[in-house]
């Protein structure tokens, strides 16, 4: 079977992926949709505990999209001879991404002194709750846990609900990203040195990172980020509005924007009004302003006021349900998802990269690989017999 390859982008690269869940998967992901050659090595079936977590529904949508693209074989490291046929992969490789608690890798002598004293050219990737080392290195580190210690919860939802979490896994998700984006760093910089690196990003940094201006506010201007709801929290008027027919988003800020809006709405009254006259007055008054909006936006339906809104270079959309972020145009012009068939017999739907290259660009070629379905095919690469591989299979190893 000739080996997966999405692109030729960084076709010339191997990846041993060790990680799971969902912050490493997701950077490997990024690698393997650019052409890498992405190997994920888990525990043979009922040997993990905790594989109900992240490795037993193969047929799911979540693990199909974060998985796709990729080889898959098993290892289970607690059998003799298992340590040896992974260093073999480590001597052949360029990038090893793993996200276990920091204290299991010394453990397992899979350290990046190790891995470096195997392979001077390998790029170790580490992504952990807390960082590699400090006061907290040893916490277990989910997203959720993590949205609430590095800021989010308390800038999300309304005041007078306390906390919130997002939606979505932001602090895993971002701390793939950055790690992604320090594999190809270090692969960049290894051009010019020719030596590897330890590429380390963690859920907390990367969650206060994502918090961006709301902690540039506090470090700089000992301005305290807030709840304001659908509100933003230093522009106006930018939030959610009622229409005849449903909500839209308007972000109306900045004085063109803010110009341009009276004359939609036909209310340059607005415009001369002194509390209105700056940005921060209108922040200030937000509470008067945005009663003012609310008496005139019902004349019309949510797609007039988009259409007018739009058509005046004030940004303006509607609040789409999940189905129908789907249904608009724009969304099917990016081509956001791709259909695969799938080995067991059906069809699967993937988000696919949203960065475009125009010579080397991402694609989804391939579905979420079946539980060791390419362990031969691996092992014979390393340059082991069938005899070898027929051994390991009798002896538990994969």
Partial sequence: MPKIQASLALSRFKVIDLSRVRAGPNCVRILTDFGADVVRVEPPEGVDPNEAMFAANRKGGDFQNINRNKRSMTLNLKKEGAMDILKRMIAQADVVVE????????????????????????????????????????????????????????????????????????????????????????????????????????????????????????????????????????????????????????????????????????????????????????????????????EEFPKKTVHQWVWLLNQAGVPAGPVYTVPQVFEDEQVKHLQVTATLPTQFGKDMHFITQPVVLSRTPSKVVAPAPGWGEHTDEVLADLGFSATDIEGFHGRGVV
């Fill in 99 to 294: 996200n276990w608690r920091p204290d299991v890798k010394d453990r397992l002598g899979l350290d990046y002194a190790s891995l470096k004293a195997i392979n001077p050219r390998i790029i170790l990737a580490s992504i952990s709750g807390f960082g590699q080392d400090g006061p907290y290195a040893w916490r277990p580190g989910f997203d959720q846990i993590i949205q609430g210690m590095g800021g989010l919860m308390s800038v999300t939802g309304e005041p007078e609900h306390g906390p919130i979490r997002s939606g979505l896994a932001v602090a895993d998700l971002s701390a793939g990203l950055y790690c992604a984006i320090g594999i190809l760093v270090a692969l960049i910089e290894r051009e010019t040195s020719g030596q590897g690196q330890w590429v380390q990003s963690s859920l907390l940094h990367s969650q206060i990172a994502m918090m961006d201006f709301q902690m540039a506010r506090y470090l700089n201007d000992n301005d305290v980020p807030v709840q304001v709801g659908n509100n933003h929290p230093t522009s106006s008027p930018m939030g959610l509005f009622e229409a005849s027919d449903g909500c839209f988003n308007l972000g109306a800020s900045g004085e063109g924007n803010w110009k341009r809006f009276c004359e939609v709405v036909q209310k340059p009254e607005w415009f001369q009004d002194p509390e209105f006259v700056t940005e921060p007055l209108r922040v200030k008054n937000r509470e008067r302003l945005n009663r003012l909006i609310a």
